[in-house]
């Protein structure tokens, strides 16, 4: 059966979300293994966002110069690999280290997937980023669940991810049989884009909106499992199941929320979901119970889904410089919360108390909530006014 395009892309990113997450499941054993605190843990994962800063950074042109179909084929059965490798450390130093090679190898294929998922809605002429960043999330998903299951039947971390390897290539293999990167889309751009954007006031609102999203995605992502285990101590079943919680509500939100805000707006949209992650966050700051606790990671996955898109849609929009600027430079700042916030936030967490490591994160949703008007309106809305 020969897949298209866009299922294709869908497959690829979920694969690449399965290898990239599987490591987060067992991060309490590993804590453990090294004999570290959650502030050392925070700073040995910082590893991963140096990698990635730096391709993202100096990763363009050298990604350009080399067969993308080979690159898009082999990088994420070596994701797998590195992290594989990175858990074999005999000390946290080592472990840290490993994981910069994970972080560049991430960081390329967050360019050469976004990439060609941009060159496959050109040539489909209909929008399927928000879709293929939901598939990440079932791709996460996915990892929540393998890894649970390995927690659960007692699969040492190192056998775990090796498994992961092996699930990586025959799926990843079966996806890319006879692919082909699509054609490059044409643009009359031929300007060099700044290694750094400097933000504009429009679009520090815009990143005022974005930082308690980005920031609490990467929270969820790193420190869910830390967090279940360190306050109920739950078995790896349930630990595991924060995770899981977290990144099905914000794949099925992810799927959904364009028609959601062609119906409404996107500031509706905004405010809601920026709601929706207040609730979640307090919820599980303060949360007596795991299962509440779950009720606050799923009511989160909803309110980290779909703001960062919409205030890239918003800051597109803006005509007082390039729009690959204004973009740029909402995603650059945006991503640096995302990749270096959760594991400097181990500190909190050591100091205060793992709850404190979400509950320190609420002023930054109340700013969004204030500041979400700048999301402006629906699609529908903007074409009323233009017409």
């Known amino acids: 059966m020969t897949l298209s395009p866009h299922h294709r892309i869908f497959g690829i990113f979920s694969i690449y979300a ?7 499941l067992r991060l309490p054993e590993l804590q453990t293994h090294f004999n570290i605190d959650d502030a050392t843990l925070g700073l040995c994962l910082l590893g991963a966002p140096i990698g990635t800063i730096f391709a993202l950074t100096f990763g363009a042109r050298p990604l350009q110069l080399i067969n993308i179909r080979l690159a898009i084929i082999l990088f994420t059965p070596l994701l797998a690999a590195s992290f594989a490798a990175s858990v074999l450390s005999s000390n946290s130093i080592l472990f840290a280290l490993l994981l910069i090679p994970v972080g560049i190898l991430i960081g390329s ?7 060609e998922a941009d060159r496959v809605e050109y040539a489909m002429g209909r929008k399927i980023m928000n879709r293929a960043h939901a598939f990440w999330s079932f791709g996460f998903f996915g990892a929540g669940i393998f890894g649970s299951l390995m927690g659960y039947f007692k699969i040492s971390p190192q ?23 699509s054609p490059h889309r044409p643009t009359s751009d031929t300007s060099k884009p700044p290694l750094f954007a400097f933000p504009n006031k429009r679009i520090f609102i815009l990143i005022g909106i974005t930082a308690s999203a980005m920031l609490l995605e990467g929270v969820n992502q790193t ?3 830390i967090y279940m285990n360190d306050v109920f101590g739950t078995a790896p079943l349930l630990t595991g199941a924060a995770i899981v919680c977290f990144s099905l509500s914000q794949a099925i939100t992810r799927y959904f929320v ?23 966050t307090l919820t599980i700051a303060i949360s007596p119970t795991s299962f509440l606790s779950l009720i606050g990671f799923t009511l989160s996955g909803i309110g980290v889904s779909a703001i960062f ?16 600027i204004n973009v740029a430079s909402l995603a650059q700042v945006s991503l640096l919360i995302f990749l270096i916030g959760p594991p400097l936030l181990g500190n909190v967490g050591q100091s205060l ?14 700013l969004g909530y204030f500041l979400s008007s700048a999301l402006g309106g629906s699609s529908k809305i903007q074409a009323k006014k233009d017409a």
């Open 18 to 24: 399965f290898a990239a997450n599987n490591i987060y």
């Open 109 to 115: 294929l967050e360019l050469l997937l976004n990439l």
């Open 159 to 181: 056998i775990h991810l090796g498994l992961v390897i092996a699930i990586c290539i025959l799926i990843n293999t079966a996806l890319l049989l006879n692919f082909n990167p």
């Open 223 to 225: 420190w869910a499992t």
């Open 258 to 280: 364009d028609g959601l805000v062609d119906r409404t707006s996107s500031q509706f949209i905004g405010k809601s979901l920026i709601a929706m992650l207040f609730i979640g």
């Open 309 to 324: 898109p919409l205030a890239i849609s918003a800051a597109a929009q803006h005509q007082d410089r390039p729009t690959a």
């Open 353 to 366: 108390g793992i709850r404190w490591v979400f509950g320190v994160t609420i002023p930054l949703i109340i």
